[in-house]
């Protein structure tokens, strides 16, 4: 069975998602990260996480998204994975209802690249 581009980056990150102790690297089918920088800041991202690369943003209201790469969860409930992130950044209030974190109207393409820049930071 072939996997399309996006499911092979999906299987890698879960495979590399329970190795710990040092930063994996992972890739996000079709995304473009230097976009992120401008979208975390126009969607204020930075009014509830500190986020690495980005200068306004140091706030501690919700958890730090440094390390990205790292962690085997997101948001204590999603396998870390591309397609999770993606997912989560889209529909949090879906993913878990009555989370802090709201549902900002991202649409996929945004979604892609805020997850790409985060697992590089």
């Known amino acids: 069975m072939l996997l399309s581009a996006p499911a092979l980056a999906a299987s890698l990150a879960v495979a590399l998602s329970g190795c710990g102790g040092s930063a994996q690297h992972v890739e996000v089918a079709d995304a473009h990260p230097g976009n992120a920088p401008h979208l975390i ?3 204020g991202c930075g009014a509830c996480h ?3 690369g980005i200068e ?3 706030a501690d209201v919700g ?3 440094s390390g990205m790469s790292e962690r085997t969860t997101i948001a204590g409930a999603l396998p870390n994975n591309p397609r999770n992130l ?3 950044l889209m529909k949090p209030q879906q993913v878990a209802p009555g989370t802090i974190m709201p549902d900002l109207g991202l649409g996929e393409p945004q979604a892609r690249d805020i ?3 985060l697992y590089r930071h």
């Open 86 to 88: 993606v997912h989560w």
């Open 41 to 43: 800041e126009a969607y």
């Open 63 to 65: 958890p730090s998204l």
């Open 50 to 52: 500190s986020i690495p």
């Open 56 to 58: 306004d943003a140091t």
């Open 115 to 117: 997850a790409a820049y």
